[in-house]
């Protein structure tokens, strides 16, 4: 077995490989784990032919020859079930001898079905196929579809925003309202709020996503014990602000997703995000707007909100520049003694600082108006301005005129160009068929590129007239999503192409390597199955435990198919009546390596613990494609290798053989033992 051994190794870390080289974000989410599977692989080869083989010359040394020949053929030993021969040396043995009788039992059950199986080989096959097809179009289609598996990260975060304009204080009444209520509706499970209201003058707005005083984020950290999940808090307080009309003039979006979803999407607290480029700041905002009222009526969209926005109020202040003149003063000495007032006057003069005796610290000293005191406007208007040249102070409402406007909040570029972020959370429904939605709704503002983005229709016309420089990108967590299942998707096929082409080498044959593969997407029928009845997404675990899935199915057949290759080299024996003998012999192993797999994923799949949702999804998936793996290694195989796999022509004549499959003799001639390739 050393050489199939090898190849089953080898093709393991073949299916790794595209793992260990994918670019981009799958670098960082598969690589670590493809390499220490890699590496485990490599270790327990070693370890098989070195450590395992000399431990058991040692242990089973004086051992009487038992259990199989030199091709499995039964033999007997101080436990020979056949014979009735029974060691009574203790428990143990017994116990080992009834074990043993149960799985020959097992194993003739095994071959009586395989009998009945190889009498229909056709049929068999062509059903598989059918199943297949089957499974794929009627649950396949039906699976849920997003890119991480939902992480209970016991912590989350509102981002609440009132109307444009409102005073920070006024802000703070209203997150209090909102602390209050958050308290009141989460209970037991609530650990502690933290909440950030607006922007500091001197901090930067990449710190913080408030866009200003009427911005905040409340977070929310829960207890360990909790009862309910974080998502499942989220979904009540959605639901308990929106029926209460104290909360009406907020806005509320909530992100439950954690440092992981964070990481995963650039850094934005939404799955799916709408961007708008144009060179007109109004018209992309027009065309955002015209799509957000459309999206919010999608099934499964929440929290749709446009995060720039362009309606903040301002004052413009004209000076008038005679009589200012006339007075001694300029219009910089206005503007210096309007932003000292409002702001600091260290943004002018930082010539002006005090040293503290005691410590030596320097500190800058300057002046401006107490932000309690700025109520109105009436108090702007009577900010006092001088300069050198006018010692006496002027009222501002004596030099300037006050406009009312509105500005945009926050501007954002792509590319240089302006750009507007429409965000929206997905609740109730999958992300993959919420975006797919999304998508299409999309198509009734703009005109489909072949790069998946979209020209927007100017708003302003009812010809649908396209604004050419403008762009729509449908981007975030869906859009990694798609990227990252296309590359893993490309890496599969990559694989396979290079585990067929490894075993051209070792079986000399082109059509044996894709008997061996057929069952790769039988296997599929299991996980596909497997995640339907558990209600498990696709994702990148799922279809990471795809390619796990890939390697053990891959392993087992090897080994099955080889043997029987050799058993046609070495005694003649036809392909149904090698096939048989080596799903006679191998069928032990093969259930072994399928069940400590099952038995060893069992823990994973089931995802009991806090925060192992991520790789619950991973085991699912494994385990349906071995169980299913095992029936197809088992069954559908030997019925194609005997279907697919003849007799060189030309080859020397050897003994009929005979194999009884149920009642039926069939006499097949043998084919030369150096028989070439197929």
């Keep these: 077995v050393a050489m199939p051994e090898l190849v089953a190794s080898l093709c393991t870390l073949l299916v790794l490989a595209p793992l260990a080289l994918m670019p981009g974000l799958g670098e960082f989410l598969f690589r670590p784990m493809a390499m220490a599977v890699a590496f485990a692989m490599i270790s327990a080869y070693l370890l098989s032919r070195s450590f395992v083989p000399s431990r058991s010359a040692t242990w089973l040394k004086g051992h009487a020859q038992g259990g199989h020949g030199d091709h499995g053929e039964p033999g007997h030993g101080p436990l020979d079930v056949a014979s009735g021969q029974e060691d009574r040396r203790g428990l143990l043995a017994r116990a080992f001898v009834r074990w043993e009788a149960l799985i020959e039992r097992g194993i003739a059950w095994y071959l009586r079905r395989l009998d009945a199986v190889l009498r229909h080989r056709l049929r068999t096959v062509l059903g598989a196929v059918a199943l297949l097809v089957a499974v794929l179009g009627l649950l396949g289609t039906q699976l849920r579809r997003e890119f991480f598996p939902e992480v209970d990260a016991g912590a989350f975060a509102m981002y609440v925003r009132a109307p444009s304009g409102t005073r920070i204080e006024e802000t703070e009444k209203g997150i209090e309202m909102v602390e209050a209520f958050a308290r009141k509706e989460i209970g037991k499970d609530l650990q502690l709020i933290i909440s950030e209201l607006g922007v500091n003058s001197d901090w930067s707005a990449a710190y913080t996503p408030n866009a200003g005083p009427m911005d905040a984020v409340v977070k929310v950290q829960l ?23 104290r909360f009406s003039v907020l806005e509320f979006a909530f992100d439950a997703g954690g440092m992981i979803r964070g990481a995963m999407n650039e850094g934005k607290s939404t799955p799916i995000n709408i961007r708008i480029t144009g060179k007109q700041l109004e018209q992309a905002r027009a065309v955002a707007e015209a799509i957000k009222r459309k999206v919010a009526t999608i099934d499964g969209v929440v929290d749709a909100r446009i995060i720039q926005r362009l309606d903040y109020p301002e004052y413009i202040i004209s000076v008038d520049r005679a009589k200012a003149a006339d007075l001694g003063l300029s219009q910089r000495d206005v503007m210096r003694n309007v932003v000292a007032a409002f702001n600091s006057s260290i943004q002018f003069n930082k010539k002006n600082f005090w040293i503290d005796q005691k410590g030596g610290n320097q500190y800058f000293v300057g002046v401006q108006y107490p932000e309690k005191d700025i109520k109105s406007i009436e108090t702007l208007l009577n900010i006092v301005v001088t300069s050198p040249l006018q010692k006496r102070p002027i009222p501002l409402a004596n030099l300037v005129t006050l406009t009312r406007s509105s500005v945009p909040t926050e501007v954002t570029h792509t590319n240089i160009q302006p750009t507007i972020d429409l965000t929206m959370g997905v609740s109730g429904r999958d992300l993959g068929h919420v975006a797919d939605d999304v998508a299409r709704a999309v198509d009734r503002f703009g005109t489909r590129q072949p790069d998946g983005s979209w020209v927007p229709f100017d708003p302003a016309s009812s010809r649908h007239e396209p604004l050419w420089g403008s762009k729509i990108v449908l981007s975030g967590e869906y859009q990694r999503m798609q990227d990252t299942f296309v590359n893993l998707g490309f890496g599969l096929v990559f694989a396979s192409v290079l585990v067929y082409f490894l075993m051209v080498a070792l079986f000399k044959s082109y059509l044996t390597p894709l008997v061996i593969l057929f069952a790769v997407p039988i296997g599929l029928i299991g996980v596909v199955t497997m995640l339907y009845v558990t209600g498990t997404a696709i994702n990148v675990q799922s279809l990471l435990g795809v390619i796990f899935m890939v390697g053990i199915v891959v392993s087992n057949t090897v080994l099955l198919v080889d043997f029987a290759q050799n058993l046609r080299a070495e005694e003649g024996l036809t392909p149904t009546t090698a096939i048989r003998k080596a799903a006679s012999i191998r069928v032990r192993p093969v259930v072994m390596t399928a069940l400590a797999a099952f038995f060893a994923l069992v ?75 197929d």
């Excluded at 909790?226 to 307080?237: C, F, I, P």
């Excluded at 349906?624 to 030309?650: C, E, K, N, R, W």
């Design 603 to 677: 823990p994973m799949s089931l995802a009991l613990s806090k925060g192992s949702e991520a790789n619950g999804p991973l085991g699912r998936a494994v385990i349906g494609g071995i169980l299913a793996g095992l029936v197809t290694t088992l069954f559908v195989v030997p019925s194609l290798y005997s279907l697919v796999v003849h007799d060189q022509p030309g080859a020397q004549a050897h003994p009929a053989h005979e194999v009884e499959v149920g009642e039926e003799v069939l006499t097949e001639q043998p084919p030369h033992p150096e028989a070439g390739w």
């Design 223 to 245: 207890n360990e014990d909790r009862v309910l999940s974080a998502q499942e808090h989220v979904q009540r307080l959605r639901r308990g602000f929106a029926r209460d009309p």
